[in-house]
Nanobody, 118 residues
Framework: QVQVVESGGGLVQAGGSLRLSCAASGSAVSRNTMGWYRQAPGKQREAVAVITSGDSTNYADSVKGRFTISRDNAKNTVYLQMSSLKSEDTAVYYC????????????WGQGTQVTVSS
């Protein structure tokens, strides 16, 4: 059974930093594509950052230069370091594990709330 669990959300002032963690079980983060998504109230879920099994990373334009996705294979955990936070970063942040192969499956976490106060 593959599971991912997010943690690290909270309330932070604008300009501050926060690090989200995504702990996976049942599959290795190093062998899958891992991503962070977010959903603000009244808006669609959007991709924030992705890291592939080959260590390629990609970011939404809105977070480039401020957010960094990384992976600790020994802890089977993916992180999202968020800096220079803005009020528009307020959202529920979700982690997803996306398996490789012809048939790809996605495993989503329950989400963690990030609130940035201005």
């Amino acid at each position: 059974q593959v599971q991912v669990v997010e943690s690290g959300g909270g309330l932070v002032q604008a300009g501050g930093s926060l690090r989200l963690s995504c702990a996976a079980s049942g599959s290795a983060v190093s062998r899958n594509t891992m991503g962070w998504y977010r959903q603000a109230p009244g808006k669609q879920r959007e991709a924030v950052a992705v890291i592939t099994s080959g260590d390629s990373t990609n970011y939404a334009d809105s977070v480039k230069g401020r957010f960094t996705i990384s992976r600790d294979n020994a802890k089977n955990t993916v992180y999202l370091q968020m800096s220079s936070l803005k009020s528009e970063d307020t959202a529920v942040y979700y982690c997803v594990l996306r398996t490789l192969g012809y048939f790809s499956y996605e495993y989503w976490g329950q989400g963690t709330q990030v609130t940035v106060s201005s």
